[in-house]
T-cell receptor
Framework: DTGVSQDPRHKITKRGQNVTFRCDPI?????LYWYRQTLGQGPEFLTY????????KSRLLSDRFSAERPKGSFSTLEIQRTEQGDSAMYLC????????????FGPGTRLTVL | SQQGEEDPQALSIQEGENATMNCSYK?????LQWYRQNSGRGLVHLIL?????REKHSGRLRVTLDTSKKSSSLLITASRAADTASYFC???????????FGQGTRLTINP
């Protein structure tokens, strides 16, 4: 499968725990995006990378959230001290070069914070 | 905040009928895209229309864009049960490096 993959697909955690999600983009894509989607809403932008550089972060990305893309390939999104309000679907997308290109989305990681 | 607003929020039609969904947005854009999302799954790209285009077709899909009204429509002709999903429009505001999604239209095709 040469599409965007995300791991895990589902994560259940207790409030206060840390969680980390992984995204593997399409191999030749140098842009990688993270979005969050809550029930009944459209995805909301969190952050994006061009290669290994994190170029924009939404104000939704509080200091408990950190994202990395150390080698310009896969990316991780970590949430520290999870809160019930963090429960959502976390979507990763990649694109070849610029925003005029289609973004290809992974299947998402559904996070439930108890 | 979300830039796009889809209308209607929910639409239920009979199989074989046409489905039309509308999207309005607020700022100038480079392009507008439509995505489909089956329940609990990731988004699938359907079609991209650039700001200098007015209409685009792909199979049973027809998209129009009116930049003067800041609106777009997605028409699905001869609907099938498999078209049941949520449909989102997404815009890239000029100068912004991200997609901004609307809240989506939940489409149900009844057999």
């Amino acid at each position: 499968d040469t599409g965007v993959s995300q791991d895990p697909r589902h994560k259940i955690t207790k409030r206060g725990q840390n969680v980390t999600f992984r995204c593997d983009p399409i191999s030749e894509h140098n842009r990688l995006y993270w979005y969050r989607q809550t029930l009944g809403q459209g995805p909301e932008f969190l952050t994006y990378f061009q290669n290994e550089a994190q170029l924009e972060k939404s104000r939704l990305l509080s200091d408990r959230f950190s994202a990395e893309r150390p080698k310009g390939s896969f990316s991780t999104l970590e949430i520290q001290r999870t809160e019930q309000g963090d429960s959502a679907m976390y979507l990763c997308a990649s694109s070849p070069s610029n925003l005029a290109d289609t973004q290809y989305f992974g299947p998402g990681t559904r996070l439930t914070v108890l | 905040s979300q830039q796009g607003e889809e209308d209607p929020q929910a639409l239920s039609i009979q199989e074989g009928e046409n489905a039309t969904m509308n999207c309005s947005y607020k700022t100038s854009i480079n392009n507008l895209q439509w995505y489909r999302q089956n329940s609990g799954r990731g988004l699938v790209h359907l079609i991209l229309i650039r700001s200098n285009e007015r209409e685009k077709h792909s199979g049973r899909l027809r998209v129009t864009l009116d930049t003067s009204k800041k609106s777009s429509s997605l028409l699905i002709t001869a609907s099938r049960a498999a078209d049941t999903a949520s449909y989102f429009c997404a815009t890239d505001a000029r100068g912004a490096q991200k997609l901004v999604f609307g809240q989506g239209t939940r489409l149900t095709i009844n057999p």
